[in-house]
């Protein structure tokens, strides 16, 4: 091995998969080096399953290809060829030297080497910055493992100059405290808030992916570190004071208290916003539609109260529908455990009441019940057949729909008929 040495733990062992075992054995075969490398050497080693086994590798990209049956281009101008194993492709990326991020993901140019250090060497952070081979042993030239002990995100090499390279990497660290419960060790912590003004370089989506990423960790309360950083004043301004002083303990206990749901955890976020400032919001972060639907309805719904019997049952299913239904309580019970959290009072009637919504919920929709215009037993066509037109077809329907959500057993042909006649009768 060129001058990548090896890593103090020799005892250290991770468990490789067989199929990437049999990838790093070939490529070792035909007289390269090859390793897994970054988040997967990371999260097995905090006892934590990965999600990707990333490869990286002294071979360039066509020994790759030539050295495997079926391989895909996913990224040969920077070094990757995606190798087909069953269903499942892995990545494998020559040892490199990166230029600037301008895209904060893809480096604008890079060069291959054949030395594993200087691939490391280009990494965030100490604890993405290790590699592991079952021959080698693991490779930890910048005391990953300590950090990892320490639960701390540390820049490999000078805080400033690897900023400078990549703003992205400021909300990555951000990211990375979130999703494993770390902090930042001060001297990067020092240089995000020096340095927070260039997140403006980064494109909004970039910045939303991050953003969204680490609200849906176990630990979203570490958002408030984009605050504490400056960060937030630069990206999003308006979401600042959600962790002022009076706030602040507000926002963190309501965004621990939802479930990891991405319109969930940002009506959190955005609690103290109208829906149309929240929407604003959204777009400028370039959030997707749906998303900005659910999170409007989320918070023009903070204090719905469905009434205790079927009828506001059904009234509020016609209304919000479902799926929307589900989100609004799923919020409204944050928001309960966050008043209990933060006052130490149980939460009174909330639980009974919600227990009381659930079971009607379940009678009127295991009924069948009409919650919908399309559940009415009369249609736009039998209004028209009965002399109507126009947008008083749309109105009648409407006035059918309520009611029936009143009272649903009067959803026969016969009896909406009798109703619309009487209706018009007396209009004319
Ligand atoms: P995740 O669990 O989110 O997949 P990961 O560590 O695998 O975490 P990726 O974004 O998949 O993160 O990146 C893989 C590896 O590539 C990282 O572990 C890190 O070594 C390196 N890396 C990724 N993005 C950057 C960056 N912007 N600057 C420097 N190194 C990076
Ligand atoms: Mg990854």
């Not at 960060?231 to 990891?260: G, Y």
Request: charged share 30%.
């Amino acid at each position: 091995m060129s001058d990548s040495g090896r890593g103090s733990a020799a005892e250290f062992t991770i468990h490789v998969p067989a199929d990437v075992r049999r990838i790093l054995e070939t490529i070792e075969d035909a007289g390269y080096e090859a390793f897994v490398v970054g988040g997967c050497v990371r999260d097995c080693a905090l006892g934590l399953p990965p999600h990707d086994w990333d490869i990286t590798t002294s071979a360039l990209p066509l020994d790759i290809k030539r050295l495997f049956y079926r391989t895909v281009d996913t990224g040969i101008k920077h070094g990757t060829v995606t190798v087909m194993s069953g269903n499942h492709g892995y990545e494998v990326t020559t040892y490199r030297i990166d230029g600037t991020y301008a895209d904060g993901r893809h480096p604008d140019r890079v060069e291959f080497t054949d030395r594993l250090s200087e691939d490391l060497k280009r990494r965030d952070f100490t604890i993405n910055a290790m590699a592991y081979s079952d021959s080698r042993g693991l490779v930890d030239l910048f005391g990953g493992r300590e950090d990892l002990a320490r639960k701390v995100v540390r820049c490999v090499g000078i805080p400033y100059e690897r900023f400078g390279e990549d703003a992205l990497r400021m909300m990555r660290a951000i990211r990375f405290c979130a999703q494993l419960g770390f902090s930042i060790d001060e001297d990067t912590y020092r240089a995000i808030t020096d340095l927070a003004g260039n997140i403006r370089l980064v494109s909004m989506e970039r910045v939303q992916a991050e953003l969204t990423k680490t609200l849906l960790t176990p630990n979203p309360a570490r958002i408030s570190l984009y605050a504490e950083t400056g960060l937030f004043r630069q990206i999003l301004p308006e979401i600042d004071s959600a962790f002022d002083l009076c706030r602040r303990e507000k926002t963190v206990r309501l965004l621990e208290s939802l479930p990891p749901e991405k319109s969930l955890r940002y009506a959190g976020l955005l609690y103290f916003e109208t829906p149309e400032e929240a929407e604003r919001t959204l777009r400028r972060l370039k959030m997707d539609n749906q998303t900005i639907r659910d999170v409007k309805t989320i918070l023009s719904a903070r204090n719905l109260r469905i009434g205790e019997n079927e009828a506001d049952v059904r009234a509020a299913i016609h209304t919000y529908g479902l799926d929307s239904l589900k989100l609004i309580a799923a919020f409204d019970d944050g928001m309960t455990a966050a008043k209990e959290k933060i006052t130490g009072f149980p939460p009174g009637r909330h639980r009974a009441h919600r227990l009381a919504i659930d079971r009607l919920m379940n009678t009127v929709i295991s009924r069948h019940d009409p919650v919908n215009i399309r559940d009415l037993d009369i249609t736009g066509e039998d209004l028209m057949a009965m002399g109507m037109q126009g947008r008083a077809i749309g109105e009648m329907l409407d006035r059918l729909m309520a009611l029936v959500i009143e009272k649903p057993e009067l959803n026969t042909k016969e009896s909406l008929k009798g109703y619309v006649s009487r209706m018009l009768g007396h209009l004319q």
